[in-house]
């Protein structure tokens, strides 16, 4: 059974960097997309990037589209999220997460394995 450990959230400036990291044990190769989300306070969770390990193909929330990049180290089994020119509005619980199938979007309810959750918080 996949399981996922988030780390590397913490308190950054506006305009600072952060990288996340997501720990992925029992991989399944039925499990190739690996989503970031993240929810604020009295928000809906929303989608931040997906990774198509198949052939690394990504794809981006509107919100964060130039400044995060999603990646992976096969060796480690480790999902990265690189935040860069963060906002006060990034600030959130951050999520890692496991599509129920092959190929996803960035819809909530088709990712079935979710990590414990990392808090980035963003000054101004």
């Known amino acids: 059974q996949v399981q996922l450990v988030e780390s590397g959230g913490g308190s950054v400036q506006a305009g600072g960097s952060l990288r996340l990291s997501c720990a992925v044990s029992?991989?399944?190769?039925?499990?190739?997309?690996m989503g970031w989300f993240r929810q604020a306070p009295g928000k809906e969770r929303e989608g931040v990037a997906r990774?198509?390990?198949?052939?690394?193909?990504?794809i981006y929330g509107d919100s964060v589209k130039g400044r995060f990049t999603i990646s992976r180290d096969s060796a480690t089994n480790t999902v990265y999220l690189q935040m860069n020119s963060l906002k006060t509005e990034d600030t959130a619980m951050y999520y890692c997460?496991?599509?129920?199938?092959?190929?996803?979007?960035?819809?909530?309810?088709?990712?079935?394995?979710w990590g414990q959750g990392t808090q980035v918080t963003v000054s101004s």
């Open positions: 990774l198509y390990t198949g052939n690394g193909n990504t």
């Open positions: 997460a496991a599509c129920v199938y092959l190929y996803c979007d960035l819809k909530v309810s088709n990712y079935d394995v």
């Open positions: 029992g991989y399944s190769n039925s499990r190739k997309s």
